[in-house]
């Protein structure tokens, strides 16, 4: 089997041990990084989120080949930089500031890694303001805000009013999610999507993106 | 009269199948091995760090009804009015499984092991709501016990069922949890983060049915009354 094949292969059935010998195989077979990336992990990925978004597989299978994807990301990223490829989309990500929660921040984050962008996660507890100056300071054109609270989701306006009192709104686009975070909510504030899920939030990323975030 | 209690992290174990639940896998699924050693990888972790403890308190009905009040910003109508109509007793908790979970979650998904991560989330998650059925299950008395004697205690927390999340405050003023290591953030938050507050009523258990048919059910995603109204029809 095609050695990007077969890495991708690996990613599906969750051997995420392999991945990254496979990826190593791969360099020194002289296949090109960027193919190794978009023909080999995200090609993997890309199946692992289908099959999730259609409950063909759980969670915990799409974590396991997360790990085996960070592991092949770890060998590629120097050499992506070194030539300087550039990734899908620049995304600033965080769980909104008096909200430590951050799991479901995490799962987008890995499953937006997998789906080839570049991610800057703030963590938790981030405040309005440091998700806009991370956005320009790094030039992201998506925002991903997240909360658990009710009384925290006001932090979301904040970002939303922030970024277009800066005059970045078309350019810098914000997307909202969490459990009491609603679709109702993101056009309340102004966002401009919702992710209802981990693997919904990577669709609405990617036609921010390709809407020209 | 307040009661500090505390368990094993064994004691304190939630069911496999609950966890698996939270991730998302069916109950009826044939577990791939992978999967179940993540799972036995999670439960090991949560055994070694874990500790469980809380703190309760006996209320009067009509202390509750202050602390339930709160800042005024409950739903107009919420079920917990009616469960309080036939409760026996009532009794304020806050329970945590300790910070070192949060802990080791948060360096799992530092260190490229986030499936173990998110199975340990899962496990604390489940872990901290057994907290409420083994307080429930404490016997009367004036320092908060409500179970026992054929009463049903069930839970009910601020954030859920119409009862704002800013009812915390009223609640951690009246129980004062510092001493088992919980505290309150600015956004009403419990840290550390596998931690649960609320009021357990003790009494028939028909008075913890009702129909989630209140506007803010709508928008609620777990429903847990729904397995709580099943749970009665069985028992």
């Known amino acids: 089997m095609d050695i990007l094949k077969e890495i991708a292969a690996s990613l599906e059935r969750g051997e995420d041990d392999r991945v990254a010998g496979l990826v190593r195989q791969a360099l020194e ?53 070194q030539e300087g490829v550039p990734s899908a989309g620049r995304i600033v990500l965080g769980s909104v500031r008096g909200d430590l929660h951050d799991i479901g921040k995490n799962l987008v984050a ?57 005059g970045l709104a078309g350019r810098v686009k914000v997307i909202v999610g969490g459990a009491p975070v609603s679709e109702a909510w993101a056009r309340e504030i102004g966002a401009d999507a919702h992710g209802y899920d981990a693997a919904n939030a990577v669709e609405r990323v990617r036609a921010l993106v390709a809407a020209g975030a | 009269m307040r009661q500090r209690v505390g368990w094993t992290a064994e004691e304190s174990l939630p069911g496999r199948g609950e966890v ?30 874990a500790e469980p403890r809380a703190l309760i308190g006996g209320i009067s009905r009509e202390e509750f009804r202050e602390v339930h009040r709160g800042e005024g910003r409950n739903a107009p109508e919420t079920p917990l009015e009616t469960v309080l109509a ?43 709501d057994r907290l409420t059925v083994l307080l429930g299950a ?55 983060l596998k931690s649960v507050s609320g009021v357990l009523v003790a009494g028939p258990s028909g008075i913890h049915r009702f129909a989630p048919a209140y506007p803010f059910c709508r928008e609620c995603r777990d429903q847990p009354c729904r397995a709580r109204n099943a749970a009665f029809s069985t028992s």
């Open chain 1, 29 to 81: 077979e002289r296949c090109a990084p960027l193919d190794i990336l978009n023909r080999g992990l995200i090609a993997g990925m890309d199946v692992v989120g289908e099959q999730f978004r259609k409950r063909e597989i759980f969670l915990p299978d799409v974590l396991i080949a997360a790990r085996g994807m960070y592991a092949g990301l770890d060998l590629l990223k120097p050499l992506l930089a």
């Open chain 1, 110 to 166: 890995i499953m937006l890694k997998g789906a080839g962008f570049d991610v800057l996660d703030l963590g938790a507890d981030v405040p309005a303001q440091r998700f806009v100056d991370a956005a320009q300071e790094h030039g992201a054109t998506v925002i991903g805000l997240s909360a658990l609270l009710t009384t925290t989701m006001p932090v979301m306006k904040e970002v939303v009013e922030l970024v277009r009192a800066r």
């Open chain 2, 20 to 49: 698996l639940r939270l991730q998302g896998v069916p109950a009826q699924l044939d577990l791939p091995p992978r999967i179940g050693a993540l799972l036995e990888a999670a439960l090991a972790a949560y055994r070694e760090i």
């Open chain 2, 86 to 128: 036939g409760a026996e007793r009532l009794a304020l908790f806050v329970a945590t499984v300790g910070g070192a979970v949060t802990t080791r979650i948060h360096d799992l998904f530092g260190s490229n092991e986030p499936a173990l991560a998110a199975m340990l989330d899962s496990v604390a998650s489940a872990a901290a």
């Open chain 2, 138 to 192: 404490l016997p009367p008395g004036p320092e908060g016990g409500a179970g026992a004697n054929g009463a049903r205690a069930l839970a009910y927390s601020p954030g859920y069922c119409g009862w704002h999340v800013s009812g915390q405050r009223a609640l951690f003023a009246f129980l004062d949890p510092g001493e088992i290591g919980v505290t309150l953030n600015p956004s009403c938050l419990m840290e550390p």
